[in-house]
T-cell receptor
């Protein structure tokens, strides 16, 4: 099915662990984005990518790492998870507008 | 600092009446504005947009108004339906970049 998918949908981890959230899109869109959604803050941009091997920081990049070796995939890694990174994470890709995945709810204990 | 603000966290409206959701922005470089709708446990979905060369854009029951001098936009839903109950985010971007800046969202409840 065409679209944008995220995995896992739910994740519980512990402080200090490394976690990778996956994002896959089938449209071959050049631009992809990672956001986090928190109460009182709306959606905030973490990182974005203009193409394979081109990434750039957004508004809240600290504590996160991204890579983009293939156009269709844009994984987000929390190298050492902290409780403040408990959030809902959305991946998006841009065609005529930004299309969002279903989200990953991450809990860091 | 929040560049896009939605000052009403929630709004309740009777079915069939008009829903008006408001959004303010501070960055004068913003020239493209969007509204997204979000249901629980789903990602946001695009609803309607407007560029700064217009002051109104209509799509069925949804109309977005832009007042550039006031740095204000609003989304009107007429008539409101129970299926419109969702969280609505406004977003803005500048021509020079691809970043969208989102507001904090307004939770709309349409009462049957």
């Amino acid at each position: 099915d065409a679209g944008i998918t995220q995995s896992p949908r739910y994740k519980i981890t512990e402080t200090g662990r490394q976690v990778t959230l996956m994002c896959h899109q089938t449209w071959s869109h050049s631009y992809m984005f990672w956001y986090r959604q928190d109460l009182g803050h709306g959606l905030r941009l973490i990182y974005y990518s203009a193409a394979a091997d081109i990434t750039d920081k957004g508004e809240v990049p600290d504590g996160y790492v991204v890579s983009r070796s293939k156009t269709e995939n844009f994984p987000l890694t929390l190298e050492s998870a902290t409780r403040s990174q408990t959030s809902v994470y959305f991946c998006a890709s841009e065609g005529d507008t930004q299309y969002f995945g279903p989200g990953t709810r991450l809990t860091v204990l | 600092d929040q560049q896009v603000k939605q000052n009403s966290p929630s709004l309740s409206v009777q079915e069939g009446r008009i829903s008006i959701l408001n959004c303010d922005y501070t960055n004068s470089m913003f020239d493209y504005f969007l509204w997204y709708k979000k249901y629980p446990a789903e990602g946001p979905t695009f609803l309607i947009s407007i560029s700064s060369i217009k002051d109104k854009n209509e799509d069925g029951r949804f109309t977005v108004f832009l007042n550039k001098s006031a740095k204000h936009l609003s989304l009107h839903i007429v008539p409101s339906q129970p299926g419109d109950s969702a969280v609505y985010f406004c977003a803005a971007s500048a021509y020079t970049g691809n970043q969208f800046y989102f507001g904090t969202g307004t939770s709309l409840t349409v009462i049957p």
